[in-house]
């Protein structure tokens, strides 16, 4: 089985994923348009790809490198924390408590942070996600200012 992002429609550097004769889908960054400081994954390998560096997308970048696994993580923006990245009009902030946006998954992290308000702005948020991916060293395993316009599946 072979999972396949078609490089001509990625928007940067040029990627593409195969899969193994094991069955686990490794990302394969191939040779294409990049810069200096990216030159040096052409050929990498990785057990698995992320499509955004969202809450959501940070999480799953920590959990499957804690297992062990090789990941990379593609955000169309800039930096870290998807709506959040995004939304930067006055004003914005979260609409359920900020203990929400707070990760369980390390009590360290949660002695660490300490939200300024119950109904945290926008500004807050994004520090806090910016703080998270600095202290668990994720920020290195995502590719920014990168999109994927699609993908498709190969049985």
């Known amino acids: 089985m072979d999972f ?3 490089p001509a429609t990625l928007q940067g550097p040029v990627y593409f994923c195969s899969g193994t004769n094991k069955g686990i889908e490794r990302t ?7 810069s200096p400081a990216r030159s040096a994954e052409t050929g990498a390998f990785f057990d698995a790809i992320v499509v955004g560096a969202g809450f959501a997308g940070m999480y799953m970048l920590h959990r499957l490198r804690g297992l062990g696994f090789s990941a990379r993580v593609f955000e169309a923006g800039g930096g870290v924390g998807g709506t959040w990245y995004w939304n930067r009009y006055p004003g914005a902030r979260c609409d359920v408590e900020s203990m929400q946006y707070s990760f369980s998954f390390s009590e360290e992290l949660d002695q660490q942070w300490n939200w300024s308000e119950k109904y945290a702005p926008q500004p807050e948020i994004l520090s806090y996600a910016n703080h998270v991916v600095d202290r668990f060293d994720l920020r290195r395993h995502i590719v920014f200012d990168t999109r994927v316009a699609s993908a498709t599946f190969d049985e």
């Open 4 to 6: 396949q992002i078609n």
């Open 28 to 34: 394969m960054i191939a040779d294409g348009e990049t």
